[in-house]
């Protein structure tokens, strides 16, 4: 009976948000922008493939990968900033927090769209060669929000300190096509998680700058000119 109670539960829960397909409840322009999406990630995952891409695009998913690069972030920061480097590195890990709520808790909670490797209909066709498939709604893409949030704090907090931080969107875009590459995400999912980590990490940025003023490295600031 508890169990009964349970599966009623989850339905009622599903019921009550929003389903992302492209079935024909949806109107005209989301029928066509979803239709498009499969076929977009038909292309990335099927057809725009190869094994070099298999191997690094697998790899650059991998979370532990990138932990040499926070920790430098972290030495850099607090080296050449001090206190404001401190302050940076909260501001850092706030955008990140900020940033996985919404798309991981917030949006994913109200609105369900099954993962395409959860997905029947693409069971005979695509290839899946990640680890494992969350459960979860693919939309937004949590990875993508964060990542384009992480990359657009940074960069517009450091841009003065080095050209080189604009790659970091490079990194943020290789590690969101990934998703939609290995099979755990569309196009769209990624897209519109890119789009909502950069606004957030551009309106982090912009409190951060207006409380703690514009970044310099130590040789580059004005007061040592």
């Known amino acids: 009976m508890v169990y009964l109670e349970k599966i009623g539960a989850e339905l009622n829960y599903l019921y009550t948000m929003t389903l992302l397909d492209a079935g024909p409840h949806h109107p005209g322009i989301l029928h066509a922008i979803l239709q498009g999406d499969y076929w977009l990630f038909s292309r990335i995952n099927q057809v725009w493939t190869s094994p070099f891409l298999d191997t690094v695009l697998l790899f650059m998913r991998e979370q532990e990968l990138w932990y040499p690069f926070y920790l430098f972030l972290l030495v850099f920061a607090t080296l050449n900033f001090r206190k404001k480097g401190w302050i940076w590195t909260l501001y850092l890990a706030m955008t990140v927090i900020i940033s996985d709520l919404i ?37 937004t893409s949590s990875h993508a929000c964060n990542h384009f949030a992480m990359a657009f704090f940074i960069y517009r907090t450091l841009k003065h300190t080095s050209p080189w931080w604009r790659l970091l969107f490079v990194w943020a875009f290789l590690i ?42 130590p040789s580059h600031n004005p007061s040592h000119a």
Request: hydrophobic fraction near 40%; charge should be positive.
């Open 103 to 139: 798309s991981s808790h917030l949006i994913k909670e109200h609105v369900f769209r099954l993962r395409p490797c959860n997905n029947p209909a693409w069971a005979d066709s695509m290839r899946f060669i990640a680890n494992y498939c969350p459960i979860g709604s693919s939309f």
């Open 176 to 217: 969101s096509y990934a998703q939609v590459y290995v099979g755990v995400h569309y196009p769209l999912d990624v897209t519109c998680g890119a789009l909502l980590g950069s606004l957030i990490g551009w309106q982090t940025a912009r409190v951060f700058r207006y409380q703690a003023g514009t970044l310099h490295l």
